[in-house]
């Protein structure tokens, strides 16, 4: 089993920054990680992939040029840094873990973590 705890969120102004934090314990071998966002009423909404051995990155549209996803192996935690934030990134975060073969489809993630609120003003 794999266990995901997100943290880091809050409120921040517009133009902003959070760094988001996912610890990973259990079986700490998994093969990639992804966040995702959701507000009420919507779907969630893919944000950024890495894989966990090789660094291989994906964003999403709203992701790219502002925010970067990074992992630190020797502590089991994956990172989502957020720049220049904007009201509109306002949501629930979520770290998800698992092996993927589409890295925007949030189905295919076996793990979740229980998210973590940012909350942008404008």
């Known amino acids: 089993q794999v266990q995901l705890v997100e943290s880091g969120g809050g409120l921040v102004q517009a133009g902003g920054s959070l760094r988001l934090s996912c610890v990973v314990s259990?079986?700490?071998?998994?093969?990639?990680m992804g966040w995702f966002r959701q507000t009420p009423g919507k779907e969630r909404e893919f944000v950024a992939y890495i894989t966990w051995g090789g660094g291989d990155l994906w964003y999403g549209d709203s992701a790219k040029g502002r925010f970067t996803i990074a992992r630190d192996l020797a502590k089991n935690t994956g990172y989502l840094q957020m720049n220049r934030l904007k009201p509109e990134d306002s949501a629930v975060y979520y770290c998800?873990?698992?092996?993927?073969?589409?890295?925007?489809?949030?189905?295919?993630?076996?793990?979740w973590g229980q998210g973590t609120q940012v909350t942008v003003s404008a």
């Open positions: 259990g079986r700490t071998s998994i093969y990639a």
């Open positions: 998800a873990a698992g092996s993927v073969q589409s890295p925007p489809k949030a189905h295919e993630y076996a793990y």
